[in-house]
């Protein structure tokens, strides 16, 4: 009897340790990935091309960056005349990387919030140099 009860009360503390154990991600907690998902619209652009002037560009209601959450993390913006089909990669770091139109870029999250996001994009590789800095709200 003394091995039943025993036995009852490790698989009660079993079944506590799992269901404590298994909370939902949200708010602040929640991984960049799970927080930039869906779809951003874009308010504005600032792009600087070494050697030249910043551009602003302010966006109009059909422009937007859509991440998507599927396995191969892929991402489609639409700027302007501007469309693309691209990934992403989230890193430790809590930055991210962007892969389209034969052009990568490595970027600099600044602020993430429900409806919020503002990262700065540095082409990788590219010459000459040039740096975008992304305003997108929901």
Known sequence: MKKQITLAVMVLFIVAGTLTGCKKETGEAAPLKKKIEGRWQVAKVETTIEGNEMAVYTGVSGDFFEFRGDEND?????????????????????????????????????TITDNQLEFTATSNGVSPAETRKYFLTR
């Open 74 to 110: 892929q991402m489609e913006f639409n700027i302007g005349t501007d469309r693309a089909l691209g990934n992403y990669v989230v890193l430790a770091s809590d930055d991210i990387n962007l892969s389209f139109s034969g052009k990568l870029f490595n970027c600099d999250v600044h």
